[in-house]
Structures are given as C-alpha cells and as structure tokens.
C-alpha cells in the first residue's frame, strides 16, 4: 500500500567520539525514505532551497522514492543542523540550527500523493503537521513524531494532532514530558488517553517499547551494536523501516506492528554504524533480515 | 545444589519520590537471600553489631535460609546506609555511609559450608571476596558483583579476583568504567577477556545483557514495572533470583543461564513494587512463575 513522508531535508554537520562529519545529507524525511524503501515504495514531500548540494534524485537511485513531492524554493535557504553526540552516544547537542526554508509554509502534497494510505509526518510544528495531514484524503494509518520544544510551547497544537493519528513515535524524555509522569509504563497509559491507539517510546540504546490503547505490550530491545558511530538518523530510519514494513503488509494488527518494530529497529542498528547515510546506502533487505534472525535469537527464552 | 552469599546486611533509610523508609533492613546478602529462597535452600554468611534491631530467623521465617553463618560482634555497629533516589529513580545519591562492623575482618564461613557448590560474593572490597572465596572448598560457579570505588581504587585485586569466578554481574556505569570503554558491547568483550566466562550488566529500568565468552548473547527488558517505589535491593535480588535458579536447576549451560536470567529480572520486579523487603515478602513462586509468563508474551516475536 502506498506510503507517504513529510519531513525535512537538512545538512547537517555531526561531531561524534568517533569523528566529524561535515555538510553531510541528513534531514528526517531523508533518513526515513531511504530506511523505508526496503519495505515499500516512498512518496516523498520537503522543501530545500536553491543552495542545497545535493542530487535526491541520484541520492534515491535505484529505489522507489517518488520525488514528486520535493519542492525547490529558489529564494531560500536549506535546513541545517550542526550537532555533538556525548560519550554515551544517547545524548546530544545542537551547537547550531538554522531553520531557513522550514520556518516558512510547508510544502504541499501533490495531487497524486493524496490518497496515500501511509502517512508519517516526521518532527515539526505540530501546526504544520496539521497542515500537511488536512492534504490526504483518507489514510488508512498515521503516524508522527514530535519533540521536546512543540511539548512544551505548543501543547495546545500538539493535543489536537494526537486525536488525528493512529500512532505516536517519540522518546523517552519526550513520553514523560508530554505525560509528566516519571514512571514510564505510566506515561505511555496517559499519552494512550490523550489520542492515538499505538504509542512507540524509543529509549536509544535500550531499544523500544511499543503500547496500545488495547492494552497489548511489545517491548524490544536494540540491537546489540558494537560499532556506533553516529546516532543521527536512528528514530527516523526506526520511523522508516517500522512505516515501511506496514505499508508493504497492509495490516496494523498488533502481531504486525511488532514485526514492524523489528524492522525498524533493525534497520535504525544500520544507520548508527556509520556517519549520515553510509550505514544505510551499505545494507540490503538480505543483511537486514539477517540481523532480524539474530536479534530474535539473542531476545528469545 | 547448595548455595551461599556472603554479603552485608544493613540497616537502610532510603528516601525516594513516592515516600521515606526510615530503619529499615536492606544490605546486599538479605535482599540476595530472600530472592534466592523462592528457588533453593540459601546458606547465608555475613556480619552485624550488637545494635541490629532485627531478628533474621524471624525475617526468614517458614524460608529455608541457613543462618549459621551469621556472625553478631558485641562490640561492632552493624552497617548503615542512608541513600535518596533521583527522579529518573534509576541514579541515587549516598547521603551518609557507616561501614561500621563491614570496614572489620570478613565473618567466617562456617565448616558445613564449605562444600557450597553455588557461591555469590555480594560487593565488597575484592581482596575481601577472595578471602572469602578462599574458605570455600571448590565451588562449581561463582558469581560476584564489585562497584565503582574498587574499580577505581582497587583494580589489582579485581582483577585478580576477575580470574577466579564464573560470572561477573555489574551495572551499565561500572561496566563501561571496568573495561574504559564508551559501547557497552564491546566493554562486555573486555571484560570477558580479564576471566569470567559469563557477564551480566544491568540496566535498571532497561534490562540486562548477558555475555558468554562463548560468544553468546542474551538481551532481556526489564519487566514493565507501572509501580516503583524504591529500586533499593533491586541489584541483589536480581542476583538471588539467578543465582537461586542456577541452584535449584544444578545447571550452567547458556540456555539455563538465560532462564535464571528471567527470574532474576522477575524477582527484583517485586523488590522494586515496594520499600524494603515488603515487595518480595508479599509475593510467591505462583506470582513470579505467572509475571515470567508476562514477560514472555510482551517481548516475544
């Protein structure tokens, strides 16, 4: 079934323990599509201006990522980011952050775009997450990411939005901000209250646990990676094979969103191994199932 | 097969979010003990004052835990120790440490202990645990935890001792500063490298990792424990219960490891439901076997 993203497109430079890695391609949508295209064929809607480096189009050779969605503003400027990892690798810094073209109006879905079943509305403004979503039809399964600062100058924003989707993905700093609840078992009942029926809390190294307003529980953990060398990306390339492998199934049932978990997880384990999309462009579905084998076997008792 | 901690037994005040528990007994062998009893008969060795204002054969009452290495000087302190939690309620802070009759000679194991086949080393000084270790005949399994402070000040004789027991089980912290290495999987290969065939590193509130040096894995959440009131013997009864497990089963091979695993993470998900010993004295084998169950269901796929 179809699958559509809406998220940035960003350049990004990331300073990690294990190196520098400077005006690379990153950006959620980014990240999400190419983690996504294992899984499923991607329609993609960002916006970059006129100075962004980058061919998508040569980015997503060879993969089913739909580019009619990406629009070129020749008066603006690109997204970028500029981040330091801590020594833990969970935690982070934004040294710098220049919005640019994502602090004007979002870009529009096209027209063929809009009966999209999928739909993942990576982080943004709550308002133009909205925006975005007014523009489908009719989606079958929407889901969205939020962060930190819509928590806590848009609640109002957010807590409408969470009534339109059918699945939170946020950390776990995010979950208990957004429920104010230190328990996080607590928190993912609260946020279940507030709107959406599945809720993932990403936890970074310690992996994910996904609840829904059923009452029914996955918890996994990540994969047991030894060689991390970038985290940016990881919940987006989550976001992408968790998303991905929905809309190549065509079910939202709990047995499937935890296969899709997996998926997600397992591919996010790609991502972190390398800076910006090295990790990712490197793998295939076969490396990925693979790895999908043996996290069940080190999980399983 | 039989079974043995040495370890302290403490009178504790713990401050945590969801209240103050004042006097109370704590102390690594006690929390290990009555954890370990719902699987084995505990042969218990450790040291108090004259001042302790508990009756451990009533504390143990209707448990097959063997208190004839339980040694009272009339003329020590017992151990003391006034800790408060953080909010994450996985950090604590020590508010006040009285070693007291631990800073003496270790207690001695008494001669029908001596043949213990399953021997736990609950944190103390290293050199103290091999003295300790030293009594005991030809243990088939040993297990030790150790903490940061003999990790920083004591390394000679950790890792001296690090080549004479089966199974290491420390934290994600001491993990990382035991091997000075940042990715947790590669610390469990360096510290699998210094001598125990098995390493568990406990995350709190996100499980645990088991390595062989084998090379096998086991990744396990931590039961989804929606009531925390105090983590306090969290650590100690997690050992009880995996310890106590290998003991009843008389078996070390991976697959019963990754078991005693399960009911180690079961057990200390009662100890944590309440202050003290009130958490694992309010439940039984039925309810453990039961929330093993659970959390069978909520992580397999």
New interface residues.
Partial sequence: MSLLVTGSIGIDTVKT?YGVSENCLGGAAIYFSMAASFFSPVRFVGVIGSDCPFDLAKVFAGRDVDLTGLEVRDQSKTFRWTGSYH???DDRTTDCLELNVLAEAPPRVPEAFRDSEFVFLANTAPALQHQLLGQIDKPAFVAADTMNCWIQDHLDDLTALLKKIDCLIINEDEARMLANE?????SA?KILGMGPNVLIIK?G???S?MCSADGD?????AY?????KDPTGAGDSFAGGFMGYLAQSGKTDFETL??AV?YGTVVASFTIADFSLNGLTATDRTNIDERLQML?N????
Avoid: W
């Avoid at 080190?298 to 008792?301: K, L, M, N, Q």
């Fill in positions: 323990p020594d833990n690798m230190r328990n996080l078992i607590r009942q936890k190294e310690s992996g646990i529980t996955f918890i996994l953990p047991p990676a030894a060689d991390v935890k296969t997996v069940r080190v999980t399983r008792f």
